[in-house]
């Protein structure tokens, strides 16, 4: 199975929500070690093997495992100690009844840091065949959780 298309499936059944759309200043999120930032309603970071640095098949004999992320929060785009949040646009196959194409869902995937860290993971879902946009800044910034004035 398309790794994309687990991916997807995976934001939907864990309801987590990469785009930037309904962040504010204040909202916890997780940071995973590749920068990708994400709103996991559970506080703990998502199961899977997906959106690793290194991913292997989780559906070929490896197990989910807790991925590493830590917390982190939205703050103002002034605040220093604030990173730059960057995002793209992924394009996820969707299936109807039937396993039946029925076109493409928009996703948005935040990156914190810089455009270059945004490019790389941009580049590997790329490399799987899903059609992607470019890198955008966001007005948004994230910080360690516990060191912005916006968690004060």
């Known amino acids: 199975m398309n790794r994309i298309v687990v991916l997807g499936a995976l934001m939907l059944m864990a309801g987590c929500a990469t785009s930037t759309s309904g962040w ?7 940071m995973l070690d590749n920068g990708v930032v994400a709103w996991v ?4 970071c998502p199961y899977d ?4 640095d290194d991913p292997t098949d989780a559906y070929n004999g490896a197990m989910y495992t807790e991925l590493s992320c830590k917390p982190v929060v939205v703050v103002d ?4 100690k604030g990173v730059e949040l ?20 928009p996703t948005n995937v935040a990156v914190a840091e810089s455009e270059e860290r945004c490019e790389q993971v941009r580049a590997k879902v790329a490399a799987q065949g899903t059609p992607t946009e ?3 800044k966001t007005a948004l910034r994230v910080a360690p959780l516990g ?3 916006a968690t004060r």
């Not at 504010?24 to 997780?30: A, F, H």
Request: aromatic residues 8%; positive net charge.
């Open 77 to 80: 785009a002034r605040d220093p």
């Open 86 to 105: 960057w995002e793209f646009e992924m394009r996820v196959k969707q299936r109807g009844p039937y396993n039946t194409p029925v076109g493409r869902r």
């Open 24 to 30: 504010w200043v204040g909202t916890e999120l997780r």
């Open 147 to 149: 060191t912005s004035s």
């Open 134 to 136: 470019p890198c955008h």
């Open 41 to 44: 309603p559970t506080g703990r």
């Open 49 to 52: 093997n997906i959106l690793a």
